[in-house]
């Protein structure tokens, strides 16, 4: 499985910016898809997630409101619409798959295959 995130960049404070994730390698409607993102010196975190057949999604408490998570199963991508971006959004985003969605609600990620990740830039 091959993940490639692209749409990072520089953005101002209160303003959007949408995130994509090309999939190539495996069935990709087998697989549900994930963004999370890493911040200088922080961990890595969960931000968004979609079940394989898309009406299922997930939202980390800072995401609810502010970003939509999509994927196109005709082609392959996974994208995360990002609104009302904040200083503190900054971090690189990182698409990620898992062929179940179980342990999702309590926070568990078992993430099967990574991607590399695209710098987000937010400016005060």
């Known amino acids: 499985v091959q993940l490639q995130a692209s749409g990072g960049g520089l953005v101002q404070a209160g303003g959007s910016l949408t995130l994509s994730c090309a999939f190539s390698g495996r069935t990709f409607g087998s697989y549900a898809m994930a963004w999370f993102r890493r911040a200088p010196g922080k961990e890595r975190e969960f931000v968004a997630g979609?079940?394989?057949?898309?009406?299922?999604?997930y939202y980390a408490d800072s995401a609810k409101g502010r970003f939509t998570i999509s994927r196109d199963n005709a082609e392959n991508t996974v994208s995360l619409q990002m609104n009302s971006l904040k200083p503190e959004d900054t971090a690189v985003y990182y698409c990620?798959?898992?062929?179940?969605?179980?342990?999702?609600?309590?926070?568990?990620?078992?993430?099967?295959?990574w991607g590399k990740g695209t710098l987000v830039t937010v400016s005060s």
């Open positions: 990620a798959v898992d062929h179940t969605t179980r342990g999702w609600d309590n926070g568990h990620y078992g993430m099967d295959y």
């Open positions: 979609i079940d394989w057949s898309g009406p299922t999604t």
